[in-house]
């Protein structure tokens, strides 16, 4: 049960009974799999990350082939979209619930310029869904621009999802909070900082150096 569920169930017991038995008796004649790969595709299209998590686990605790779980993910695109699926295979992937990309998997080489420098204001957090994955681009100075993977380095969060705070950025599941002039993690101290993505400046054209494989 969710933090919040257990909260209302000690602040609003007669809500939460009647929330909490419906759940529990509502479906009945799907199977714990089943139910667990509807979540899944009910979590995509609704973009919540933390439903995501919690409930991706359980499919594949409770049977679901890895194969099975990107089929409820990709199950969601008509009605969620290209990005949330995306969004969704990225953190299923850190999670190691999604299949393995095998061996043989073509190599695609993808544009690897992120744009103009003028594009990315200067101070200032810029995200960017880019097909390795999200980015934050951080314009320190005029021609100094530093690119971060976005993923959260505590748990994999979208960082871009995260509070602004203009030069720093805080994570919104567990408020991990980074300098985005060095990429160190502010709060806590001991924790670790964000990875960054080899970029070249040329020609006042933002490039990332070593791209290969979408
Ligand atoms: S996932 Fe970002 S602080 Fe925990």
Known sequence: M?????????TRPEAA??????YKHSV??????TRHLIQIV?????????????????????GASREEILDAVLMAFPAA??????????????????????DNAPVTTVNNRLGSLNDFPLQRMHCLQHSTGNLIVFRSQAD??????????????????GTD??????????????????GQCLEPADGA???IIPSMVRDGELFLSDVTRA
Request: glycine share 6%; aromatic share 6%; charged share 25%.
């Open 2 to 10: 969710s933090k919040a569920l257990t909260y209302l169930a000690k």
């Open 17 to 22: 009974t009647h929330l909490l038995g419906f």
């Open 28 to 33: 009945q004649a799907l199977d714990e799999k």
């Open 42 to 62: 009910t979590k995509v299209t609704v973009g919540t990350e933390r439903g995501l998590r919690q409930y991706a686990p359980k499919a594949l605790k409770a």
């Open 81 to 102: 979209g290209l990005n949330k699926v995306l969004d969704a295979i990225e953190i299923m992937r850190e999670m190691d619930l999604l299949p393995e990309i095998p």
């Open 144 to 161: 100094h621009v530093t690119v971060y993977s976005a993923l959260c380095p505590h748990s994999k969060a979208n960082l871009c999802q």
């Open 165 to 182: 705070h203009g030069t720093r950025v805080e994570c919104r599941v567990h408020n991990w909070t980074f300098d985005l002039t060095t």
């Open 193 to 195: 900082g964000l990875k």
